[in-house]
């Protein structure tokens, strides 16, 4: 609360309402008039809790008011004072109670009361009663300005408060127990696609275990492996180089889980009081972080980052200049070159001139989670979802709702690449000891939209040699690229997110090798997310190679080329174009519905389209022949729908250096 300075005068101005009046900028009236009390003992033993109040002995300080209040109980000052040392002792609900105790005593003392009780009614989720003080507060006839408008707000918030609660949306948290918390605090942090590792922030005592009398706390990042759907695996400390003998936090992994950045503070080499750091995983280790910059991070605080399924995008938080208010987020992207892009604000709709922290950029890339203290909501930090519309902007916050959000501090939430559960870090509902990490499932309107992704390993088809290798994945109908990824180094492995409702041309490549092509078709119903696994082997450049082009595509019975093909076409010229010398014939092959005649003049006819367009494009023609098999050289059966389309394809093979 307020700090009260408090001089003894035989005629004692009345301190508290001077206070209020300059803190809260309201015209005072009758400041200079003595204490209410009569009783001389009550009025000594006042002053003697006053100074015991300014030297922080808040005991000795109640019980002395205590004491002046047995001897008159009407002393409205010495109520007020006490209402304002247990809420500085973080007693908030009896400060409560000598709050309205003293507008029980006399309600027209000073109108600032009703402020003061409001805020902390406010601040406890007593909504009702914090709107009916708020609302006389505002009454008064001499709240204008400023101090006005913020209690005018404060009662919208208690009326949508109020509304929160009588509709509640669904909220069953489930604590993830002993494997993963503990007596100390867990902070949830990130979770892979695949939903298979869980990463959390824990701050624990080190020496908790040797009794060693000197302790001290340290955050360390811990992992965890799910075994199945409810258990997971003990939490095993993440290690160096990632934890070090200072304070890591705010962890945020790549949905791939190849990428890792976080914030660290106060390090040598920063910029700022906290700056982000990333790591790549090669293999089973994590390489040496490095700091993100002075592009990224400013000479201010910059933490709690959120990477995109995209692969270029890191949302985080800043109180750099520049923003709307104390803290925003913000967004910066990797360019071609592998820079960093000037950091931009997200803007009003996520952004207020309060606080905004811990976003969460859904795998599908669409839709944000984050907390906020200045949008409608219950007290303090709220949790809010905004999603992103057609141009990039971002749709106006929305509360989560009640009792995700409640009168405490809401902080951080990941949902998993299904869309299904939702993880947050609480100490509101008992568990194992301060904040543990639970689970729920997410109601309907708050889930992101769904997604599916594509796993497995890159080798070289020749020698099974595990492969690092490029991954492109492309809107078939805007054309554009929508994420860029690249297998492990050492181990071949990958996973990419692919978000439903579109289709998608998939590119592997590597220089040496032809590139591997693959099309997703993820329309339709996805309620039930069945992720694609495969194992991809890249051929090497070599004569009699041959490569199938799922993302050719033409109408039924025709032989133009469809827009949606540029894509698959334009890799082909880019491997021509690296490769000078290589010759190549592009084939165009059936299905067996029609005559042997037709279907091989059908699959002449569209290889030459193909031909005619690297053609146009460049490519040498001596370079090229093209020729249709018609339905002679199946590679599936004809005898399904799924087969006879694995058979209407266009391949192209080398067949010179």
């Not at 160096?240 to 790549?254: F, H, K, M």
């Not at 929508?482 to 220089?511: C, H, M, W």
């Not at 693959?518 to 039930?528: A, M, N, R």
Request: aromatic share 12%; glycine share 8%; hydrophobic share 35%.
């Amino acid at each position: 609360m307020i700090a009260i300075r408090i001089r003894r005068f035989r005629s004692f101005p009345f301190m508290i309402f001077l206070v209020l009046v300059s803190y809260l900028q309201i015209p005072a009236q009758n400041t200079n008039r003595p204490l209410t009390t009569k009783v001389k003992k009550a009025e000594k033993l006042f002053y003697d809790a006053s100074d015991a109040y300014q030297i922080k002995q808040f005991d000795r300080a109640l019980y002395d008011l205590d004491q002046a209040l047995h001897f008159d109980s009407l002393f409205i000052e010495a109520v007020i004072l006490k209402g304002d040392i247990l809420s500085d002792m973080s007693r908030s609900l009896e400060a409560i109670r000598a709050y309205r105790k003293a507008l029980t005593i006399n309600p027209d003392f000073s109108p600032n009361l009703y402020y003061i009780v409001g805020n902390l009614e406010y601040s406890n989720g007593l909504y009702k009663e914090s709107r009916q003080d708020l609302q006389q507060f505002a009454s008064h006839e001499r709240i204008q300005g400023t101090i006005k408008e913020n209690t005018l707000k404060k009662i919208r918030a208690c009326d949508f408060a109020i509304r929160a609660i009588e509709n509640p949306v669904p909220f069953k948290p489930i604590n993830l127990g002993d494997s993963i918390n503990s007596v100390f605090d867990e902070y949830i942090n990130a979770i892979t696609a695949d939903d298979r590792i869980l990463y959390f922030t824990r701050k624990y005592m080190k020496n908790y275990e040797t009794g060693e009398r000197h302790k001290s706390f340290e955050e360390d990042f811990f992992y965890s492996v799910r075994i199945n759907d409810s258990t997971w695996r003990k939490a095993v400390n993440l290690g160096p180089p990632i934890n070090t003998s200072g304070n890591e936090g705010a962890l945020t992994i790549s949905p791939d889980g190849r990428y890792l950045f976080f914030a660290a503070c106060n390090r040598p080499e920063g910029f700022g009081s906290c700056d982000l750091y990333w790591s790549e995983k090669m293999g089973h280790q994590w390489s040496d972080p490095v700091n993100l910059g002075p592009v990224v991070n400013s000479g201010g605080w910059d933490s709690q980052p959120s990477f995109s399924s995209d692969g270029k995008t890191l949302y985080f938080a800043s109180k750099r200049p520049g923003g709307k208010g104390s803290s925003d987020i913000w967004k910066t992207t990797l360019e071609p070159d592998g820079q960093w892009s000037f950091p931009e604000n997200l803007g009003d709709s996520i952004n207020t001139p309060y606080e905004e922290q811990t976003p969460f950029i859904h795998p599908d890339d669409q839709t944000l989670y984050f907390s906020s203290k200045g949008f409608e909501g219950m007290g303090g930090y709220d949790l809010f979802i905004s999603r992103k519309n057609a141009d990039n902007s971002w749709s106006k916050a929305i509360n989560l709702g009640y009792p995700i959000n409640t009168f405490a501090d809401e902080l951080s939430l990941i949902v998993d690449a299904k869309g299904e559960m939702a993880y947050i870090s609480s100490d509101k509902f008992g568990g194992k000891g301060k904040q543990d990490i639970y689970r729920f499932k997410i109601y309907e309107k708050a889930k992101p939209f769904p997604v599916n992704y594509f796993k497995g390993i890159v080798f070289n088809g020749e020698t099974g040699e595990k492969l690092e290798a490029e991954f492109e994945l492309i809107d078939l109908k805007t054309g554009k690229t929508v994420a860029r990824a690249a297998s492990d180094r050492f181990t071949g492995e990958f996973l990419l997110i692919l978000p439903v409702q579109k289709e998608y041309a998939l590119n592997i490549s590597k220089p040496g090798y032809l590139f591997y092509s693959d099309h997703f078709s993820l329309t339709g119903d996805h309620s039930i997310v069945l992720p694609f696994i495969k194992n991809v082997p890249l051929q090497p450049i070599q004569i009699g190679k041959t490569v199938v082009m799922k993302n050719i595509f033409f109408d039924t019975d025709q032989f133009v080329l469809k827009e949606e093909s540029q894509a698959e076409l334009h890799r082909l010229i880019q491997l021509l174009n690296q490769n000078p010398k290589i010759m190549i014939e592009i084939s165009g092959h059936t299905d067996n519905v029609g005559t042997p005649l037709y279907n091989l003049e059908l699959s002449m006819n569209r290889a030459k389209a193909v031909y005619d367009y690297l053609l146009s494009h460049g490519i040498g023609k001596q370079r090229m022949t093209y020729t249709g098999y018609g339905l002679t050289k199946p590679i599936d059966t004809n005898e399904t729908e799924q087969g006879r389309a694995s058979n209407r394809r266009t391949e192209f093979k080398i067949t010179g250096k």
